[in-house]
């Protein structure tokens, strides 16, 4: 079985630390952003895990001025 690796700006969802490199934003700020829009749809908790969905919270990105 091959292990496929799908490019970071193709992934539905991204972690933490593969949002802080992508968004050059970094990983304290990233947590207190989805901790500060709980109702934000751009962010989902797998268990303890915290995942950005990237089309979303570049659209939210791209609604922000200061974050």
């Keep these: 079985m091959t292990n496929v690796q ?3 700006w193709q992934r539905y969802v ?3 630390t593969e949002a802080a490199e992508y968004y050059h934003i970094g990983e ?3 947590r207190k ?13 797998n268990g303890n895990r915290l995942l950005f969905k990237r089309e979303k919270f570049e659209r939210f990105l791209d609604r922000v001025t200061v974050l």
């Design 6 to 8: 799908v490019p970071i």
């Design 14 to 16: 991204l972690t933490v």
């Design 28 to 30: 304290t700020k990233l």
């Design 33 to 45: 952003i989805a901790e500060e829009h709980p109702e934000a749809d751009f962010a989902i908790l």
